[in-house]
Each structure stands twice: as C-alpha cells, then as structure tokens.
C-alpha cells in the first residue's frame, strides 16, 4: 500500500496483492504532485494506525524533519513492524561560507536573510543538525525501530541491501 501526506492525508491506497497494484503504487509515488507544502508526520502515523488492522510491515519514508510524531510512532511499532527510512540532505548539516543569503522556509513561506560568513551561524546551524541526527537515532534506538539512511544524491541501493543483510543476520 501507499500513504502520502504533507499536513493531511493526501493519497492513501490500502495494501493489496499483485503485480498491477504493485505498479500502481511505484506510478503513484513517482508522478504524485503533492497539494500542500506543510509537513505533519503525526497525522500520517495515526492515520496509519486506524487503517492499517492486520500486522503489516510499514516503511515510513521522511526527513524526520518535524516534532509531535514521536508517540504515534512509538504506537505504530507497537503494532506493526515499522522501519524508518531517513532521507538526508548533507547541505542540510553544513553550511558553506558564502556571504549574505536569503533563504525561504519552503514550508511557511517565511524569508530571512543571513549572514553566512559569520562563524558562530554555521557553528549554530551545524550544532543544531547534529542535535537532530542525535535525537533521532536515539528515538529509533530506544523504541527498537529499524532504520536506514539515505542521502539525497547518492544511490539507495547499497544502504538498503546492507539493512536487510543485518536484518536476515539479525533474525
């Protein structure tokens, strides 16, 4: 099956066998456009949880890059196998020094302009990415939940062939 949210549902199409259905999920996932900008993973989750009635394994696909969804995703694994499957975006842990930026929160809409040269801003900005990498990996260690990464730009293939070898070791 499928979910795809953003701050609401926007495509669910429940588990199903077959290889149509299989494709159908693979054309969904590649040309879907989606309608809003925000992020909210909680709903998602949940929303997981109330379709979802037979133990499923369930990859959640995301940069984490939100708050609030951490006790739905402690009550989805308690259900179902979940592995979280975290996109990272290196330029999103540095900051190279390039002067004066205007960046544009592509969630809020909201601009700022910063001084990129500055030491103690990419000092902050990497600390801050750091914390987050910390949490996250803490969250998925404490709560059992597998989990891979995968960064923007480089091939998926070798990160998700490693995880189901330790996974099949594992088991």
């Known amino acids: ?5 953003t701050d609401r549902i926007e495509k669910f199409v429940p588990p ?16 879907y456009e989606p309608e809003a900008r925000q992020t909210n993973l909680r709903i998602a989750l949940e929303h997981l949880y109330r379709m979802l009635t037979r133990s499923a394994v369930v990859f ?14 402690k009550i989805l694994h308690q259900k179902h196998d979940l592995i979280a499957v975290r996109m990272v975006d290196r ?5 190279p020094p390039c002067g004066w930026v205007e960046l544009e929160d592509a969630e809020t809409g909201e ?5 990129t ?16 990498e ?16 995968i960064e923007a730009g ?18």
Do not use: C, M
């Open 60 to 73: 959640v696909i995301s940069d984490f890059l939100d708050s609030g969804f951490e006790k739905a995703l």
């Open 91 to 95: 330029r999103e842990e540095t900051f």
């Open 117 to 132: 040269n500055r030491r103690e801003f990419r000092r902050l900005y990497e600390a801050a990415a750091s914390k987050r």
């Open 154 to 171: 480089t091939s998926y293939v070798q990160p998700l062939i490693k995880f189901f070898r330790v996974r099949e070791e594992r088991r």
């Open 1 to 5: 099956g499928l979910l795809i949210s």
């Open 111 to 115: 601009r700022r302009l910063l001084n």
């Open 16 to 31: 199903k066998k077959g290889r149509i259905h299989v494709l159908r999920v693979v054309r969904e996932i590649l040309y």
């Open 134 to 149: 910390l949490e996250l990996d803490l969250l998925f260690k404490l709560t059992g939940i597998d989990s891979i990464r």
